[in-house]
């Protein structure tokens, strides 16, 4: 399947993209920052990206594509010779009713950022998901309140907001632990005060979803944070994120249903 925009050229995702899905994607600690990943380590970025090629690239073994789903997709500005900016694309299973569900999500390179290239593939995307007579139930989570743009991108994929969903419904604990590491490293790694005041409020606002399921415990999550910050206490914006985070627990959750789709969606945590 190629989709082709005014200015995208979006390709199902290969063995092939590996790499560079790895350099784009997974090295960019601005990147993998918005995602829910670790990839600090030597190996790990490699070892993430062929992930998502082996389960939902056209020639991986996840068998998306080849029963008629659609898997992750490469998106090539036309301009940028062939060169990969970033993905988007579907995690889908069949359901127990034959009706494709899973998850949409998308990561674009640091490079590309501002250019309104994801909304364009957005909307494309939106086209092919309203055609599919096998839909089921498409939904994405969102770290609201630091990156409310993909809150934007997400509605011109035609999903729609219904309430929140608790972190570790959508991942584990130990993967929760794995990025809240994640984030305390980031902060180590920035030079510019500016920058590690921004990445600072981020990651508090990451911590106190965390703390408000029993992830990590709040003094200890504080402690941290302001230990790798270098300060005794967070900043003004930091600790409010933080309180925020804690007061509304979750990610802000969407979704669209297929015309298979029985019953009325509900709204998860209000």
């Known amino acids: 399947m190629q989709i082709e925009?005014?200015?995208?050229?979006?390709?199902?995702?290969?063995?092939?993209?590996?790499?560079?899905?790895?350099?784009?994607?997974?090295?960019?600690?601005a990147v993998v920052g918005m995602l829910a990943h670790n990839t600090k380590d030597p190996g790990d970025a490699l070892a993430e990206a062929e992930r998502w090629t082996?389960?939902?690239?056209?020639?991986?073994?996840?068998?998306?594509?080849?029963?008629?789903?659609?898997?992750?997709?490469?998106v090539q500005p036309k301009n940028g010779d062939?060169?990969?900016?970033?993905?988007?694309?579907?995690?889908?299973?069949?359901?127990?009713?034959?009706?494709?569900?899973g998850e949409y999500f998308y990561a674009l390179g640091s490079a590309w950022h501002g250019q309104g290239l994801m909304s364009e593939a957005a909307a494309a995307l939106a086209e092919k998901l309203q055609a599919m007579e096998d839909l089921g139930i498409i939904y994405a989570a969102y770290w609201d309140?630091?990156?409310?743009?993909?809150?934007?991108?997400l509605l011109k994929t035609g999903l729609k907001p219904r309430g929140r969903k608790p972190v570790t419904e959508e991942y584990s604990s130990e993967r929760c632990q794995l990025m809240f590491e994640y984030d305390l490293w980031r902060l180590g790694q920035v030079v510019n005060e500016d920058t590690r005041a921004e990445?600072?409020?981020?990651?508090?606002?990451?911590?106190?979803?965390?703390?408000?399921?029993?992830?990590?415990?709040?003094?200890?999550?504080?402690?941290?944070?302001?230990?790798?910050y270098g300060a005794s206490e967070l900043t003004a914006d930091a600790s409010s994120m933080f309180?925020?985070?804690c007061a509304h627990p979750g990610?802000?959750?969407l979704e669209i249903r297929g015309s298979g789709v029985t019953g009325a969606p509900v709204n998860r945590l209000g």
């Open 5 to 29: 925009t005014e200015r995208l050229r979006l390709r199902p995702v290969t063995l092939a993209d590996t790499g560079d899905i790895a350099r784009i994607i997974f090295s960019d600690p």
């Open 251 to 253: 990610m802000a959750y």
């Open 82 to 101: 062939g060169a990969l900016a970033g993905v988007a694309g579907f995690y889908m299973e069949r359901n127990e009713k034959a009706l494709w569900s």
């Open 54 to 74: 082996s389960i939902m690239g056209a020639d991986g073994d996840g068998g998306i594509w080849d029963e008629g789903g659609m898997g992750l997709f490469v």
């Open 199 to 228: 990445i600072l409020v981020q990651a508090s606002r990451r911590a106190g979803a965390f703390v408000a399921e029993d992830v990590i415990q709040k003094e200890d999550a504080l402690k941290q944070l302001s230990k790798r």
């Open 243 to 245: 309180a925020r985070a």
């Open 145 to 153: 309140m630091i990156n409310e743009a993909s809150g934007r991108l």
